[in-house]
């Protein structure tokens, strides 16, 4: 069964230093997503991603972060100048055709800035 | 008002035991609902959509209520298996997902 793929599964970064997320989507699927859980809160949307193009980002998704699909496969989050408080679990998903399809998630990457 | 809301529980049930979740949403617009079940540290994973009309899948029923502005999720013959958190999930015509925080059950045998 496809799934959405993510690395690296663990990140320590200290404040201020630059991370790149990488996520893999299902192949097939148009809408690509990147979301955040602090450990023992909700999972929150950070932005949608189609044709190349964001579709919505959240109040979360402020200049510090940017995404991009750098060649047909990989979709990334890139966090500028870490904070303490993005520690968090960054999941990636993506769905087929809509955004109203199910979102696969894959298995996350815990980041940890010290 | 929180946009989606859970209880937290947790909900403590013996195996074999029926269980029901409620989640409200504040959102009048809000056009898809779902399930998802999270396990400790892991993905959210969809358990189910939830229609207008109601939908069954084995011994999980999800059910819609547009005037009241609820969703609910009933679990019958609860499992070991079924220990985790559920998650309900509303997505709004701006299509962002809004998340509850989670309903957390332990089934014991």
């Known amino acids: 069964e496809p799934e959405v793929t993510q690395t690296p599964s663990h990140q320590v970064t200290q404040m201020g230093q630059e991370v790149i997320l990488r996520c893999v989507p299902i192949s097939n699927h148009l809408y690509f997503y990147w979301y955040r859980q602090i450990l023992g809160q909700k999972v929150e949307f950070l932005v949608s991603?189609?044709?190349?193009?964001?579709?919505?980002k959240s109040e979360i998704f402020d200049d510090q972060f940017s995404v991009e699909r750098p060649d047909g496969s990989n979709f990334t989050l890139k966090i500028r100048s870490t904070k303490l408080e993005d520690s968090a679990m960054y999941f990636c998903a993506s769905s087929d055709r809509s955004p109203q399809d199910t979102q696969y998630f894959g298995p996350g990457t815990r980041l940890t800035v010290l | 008002r929180k946009e989606v809301e859970q209880d937290p529980g947790p909900f403590n049930v013996p195996e074999g035991a029926t269980v029901a979740f409620n989640c409200t949403y504040s959102n009048s617009a809000s056009q898809s609902f779902f399930w998802y079940r999270q396990d400790c540290r892991k993905e959210p994973k969809l358990l189910m959509s939830v229609y207008s009309s109601g939908n069954e899948d084995g011994r999980f029923t999800a059910q819609l209520n547009r005037a009241s502005q609820y969703i609910s999720l009933l679990i019958r013959d609860s499992k070991l298996s079924d220990s985790a958190t559920y998650l309900c999930v509303v997505t709004g015509g701006s299509y962002i997902p809004t998340f509850g925080r989670g309903t957390s059950l332990i089934v014991h045998p």
């Open positions: 991603f189609y044709n190349n193009e964001i579709s919505e």
